[in-house]
């Protein structure tokens, strides 16, 4: 489908112009990976980002890179573990060519000038184990610090190649040519500078690098910038999502109190993988038992053995118990995990750590093919914002940032070998876009933040996310016997407060859909996981309407995905 669906945000029309032959818009290892290539074949190459050019989610992430790097590992054992922890839905082939090409773009990562931990003795690159793996596969830089050397690494990268950026730009909507091309984005620059107010880039191949949606629950690992903000143009543009129902909540986020919203601090995988463990209250190991991994079993399982302990004591936490460790080690490995526990008055080197689970990452997104594609012309996704098939129902420990690598570089090699087209003026949403979403008022964010959290947290059920579907209708503006009234006027907060009322929608639409529990869906209604039904992905897409929109929800034939485009290359 590659649908001129015309929806589009309310907001002013475009008061300045860049043009280039590709827009990426997110600065997180996607985007700069595929910036930088394309920069590097010749494409003028805009980078357009929310927030400051290191200051994605990629600098949040601590555990490290997964990758078959180490001796006797093979990509073979990486897709083995990657296949379990999916749990029945990934996308063979998707991970198949992440597997395979993840350790050379790795390598190519460190020839980038990203520096890894090494082995004191060998000096050949550390690696440690996190949930799911059956080996030591992760590579870590600065201890704890492993998305923030990563960042570092390509931001000074994409300075020394002169990529003209745009920082603290809120991207609005897809432009779009008579065609249904994909011609650039608009988008809105907060604060003074060379570019002010709303604007667009005029250009012909548009990359959503834009991350995740952890902002769509009141707790989360994910900065504020994370507001579904790409899932929602794309949705928007006419392209289908899949597998919005698989939110990753991570079992161990630093537990804050019962009050505590936005974004916490996780406390690494990594930690379990060097051998700290799970207790209760008083003290007992509750996941020996529950898997033959225990603590390092996939995420989804961890998760779950914590919140069926929480239920089972009436507790809102349990405890992480790294005493064993030491300072020296706490200090030398995880120096920014003892950081963050010190500064909430926690010393994980005498007590253990209270944690919770929270919601970390996206499984689902915008639907791409192996080149990156989304069903419309000329917009490629990769990195969290995306649906590759890689993840299926519940990633696999640090395969996320490899996937943001090899499929950003497979991104910029199908623009390479694809004709250049020219640039030309566009609106959002393509010709005669007349329909705008109205806008929440900027509290909404709040309310849908509640909603989602009580109605499609980690334990959902057909009650809880009817009674979610229907507050969020009772929030949306300008609907016929809904909403609280006239739409809001046009800004940042309420173009955000929009896109999380969008991307919440589908998420609670897919996840009442889904009536099974799989991987980290987890249906209190449904507690089993029924292959015959349900091996499948459920897709959806906007249909506009007179009144608004519709979403259209199909299921795919089997685990793979459906080519995105029709015919043709775009
Ligand atoms: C962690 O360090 O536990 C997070 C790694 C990941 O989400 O892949």
Known sequence: MNGMTGLRLDAPRSGWAIVADVVVVGSGVAGLTAALRCAASGRRTVIVTKARLDAGSTRWAQGGIAAALGEGDTPGQHLDDTLVAGAGLCDEEAVRTLVTEGPDAVRRLIGAGARFDTSAGTGEIALTREGGHHRRRIAHAGGDATGAEISRALVAA??????????????????????????GVSLHVMGEGRHDGVGAVHAPAV?????????????????????GDGVALALRAGAEVSDLEFVQFHPTVLYLGPDSEGQQPLVSEAVRGEGAYLVDAGGERFMAGQHELAELAPRDIVAKGIMRRMREQGADRMYLDARHFGA??????????????RAHGIDPVTEPVPVAPAAHYASGGVRTDLSGRTTVPGLYACGEVACTGVHGANRLAS?????????????????????????????????????????????????????????????????????????????????????????????????????????????????????????????????????????????????????????VVRTTGSTAFPPVMDGGTP
């Not at 020296?328 to 526990?341: D, G, Y």
């Open 158 to 183: 994409v300075r020394e190649a002169g990529i003209e950026t745009v920082e603290n730009a809120l991207v609005l909507d897809l432009l779009k040519d008579a065609g249904g091309h994909a011609a």
């Open 207 to 227: 990359v959503l690098a834009t991350g995740g949606m952890g902002q769509v629950f009141s707790a989360t690992t994910n900065p504020p910038v994370s507001t």
């Open 328 to 341: 020296r080690m706490w200090s030398e490995r995880f120096p920014t995990i003892l950081a963050a526990c």
């Open 399 to 551: 395969n996320s940032l490899l996937e943001g690598l090899v499929f950003a570089e497979r991104i910029a090699a199908h623009i390479a070998r694809t004709p250049a087209r020219v640039p030309v003026p566009a609106e959002p949403g393509g010709p005669g876009a007349t329909r705008t979403v109205p806008l929440p008022p900027a509290e909404a964010r709040y309310a849908i933040q509640r909603t989602m959290t009580a109605g499609a947290g980690v334990l959902r059920s057909a009650d809880s996310l009817a009674r979610a579907a229907r507050e969020l209708a009772a929030l949306a503006p300008g609907r016929a016997g809904a909403g609280p009234g006239k739409p809001a006027e046009p800004g940042v907060e309420t173009w955000e407060a929009a896109n999380l009322h969008l991307v919440a929608g589908v998420l609670v639409a897919a996840a009442l859909r889904r009536t099974e529990t799989r991987g980290c869906h987890w249906r209190e209604d449904h507690p089993e996981r029924d292959d015959e039904t349900w091996r499948r992905h459920l897709v959806v897409a906007l249909r506009p309407t007179a009144e608004g929109f519709d979403l």
